[in-house]
């Protein structure tokens, strides 16, 4: 059944590398526990103990301001296909924005994006693995362009603007570094 390990092994980076979805978990100490679903090709594994996520215009930011205040981190993989695999990895993160050095090596790493707000370069202690006989199959029909259209409509002005009034804090009131 559930397995660890102290790091992402070539066969679990493969897994990762397959998968379409994601889901990030950060909580403050004091505050809302926060769980969103990822995608949009937005994660890379740089070694066996650090990956890069590519975080992109959201609703919210819960995910930057819990990582400014208490530094954990959660992303779990799920396989909605054939072998059923739920991998987690547990680590501890920083938050780069575009302002920062790092900025523009990390971005190069993706296929541009026009609502990309924030990097989060994530160290890996721990690495888990787990059966995922309950998860239901599921079939994957395509990315949604929904948030990139909408994104360049507003352009760059518009997304900062629309980060002022909307990314700035999390919803506890947590600064997100924006």
């Known amino acids: 059944m559930a397995k660890k390990f102290s790091e992402i092994t070539d066969t679990l980076k493969e897994f990762i590398e397959q ?6 978990a950060t909580a403050d100490a004091d505050g ?4 969103s679903p990822k995608g949009a090709d937005s994660l890379r594994v740089m070694d066996r103990n650090r990956v890069v996520w590519l975080n992109l215009t959201g609703s919210g930011n819960e995910t930057a301001a819990h990582i ?4 954990r981190i959660t992303i779990m993989f799920c396989s909605f296909d054939e072998k059923p695999v739920i991998l987690r990895l547990f680590g501890g993160g920083r938050v780069i924005h575009p302002k920062d050095p790092e900025w523009d090596r990390l971005a190069g790493l993706f296929a541009e994006k026009a609502g990309a707000r924030q990097i989060l370069d994530i160290t890996v202690d721990l690495v888990q ?5 309950q998860v239901p199959f599921y079939e994957y029909k395509g990315e949604r362009d929904l948030l990139d259209k909408w994104a ?15 990314n700035k804090t999390s919803l506890d009131g947590k600064p997100t570094g924006i």
């Not at 998968?19 to 990030?24: A, G, Y």
């Not at 809302?32 to 769980?35: D, G, L, Y």
């Not at 002005?157 to 002022?164: D, N, P, R, T, V």
């Open 129 to 133: 693995t787990s059966c995922g006989f």
């Open 32 to 35: 809302r526990v926060n769980v």
């Open 152 to 166: 360049k409509k507003k352009g760059r002005e518009g997304l900062e603007q629309y980060w002022q009034e909307n």
């Open 68 to 71: 400014m205040a208490n530094n």
């Open 19 to 24: 998968q379409k979805i994601f889901f990030v």
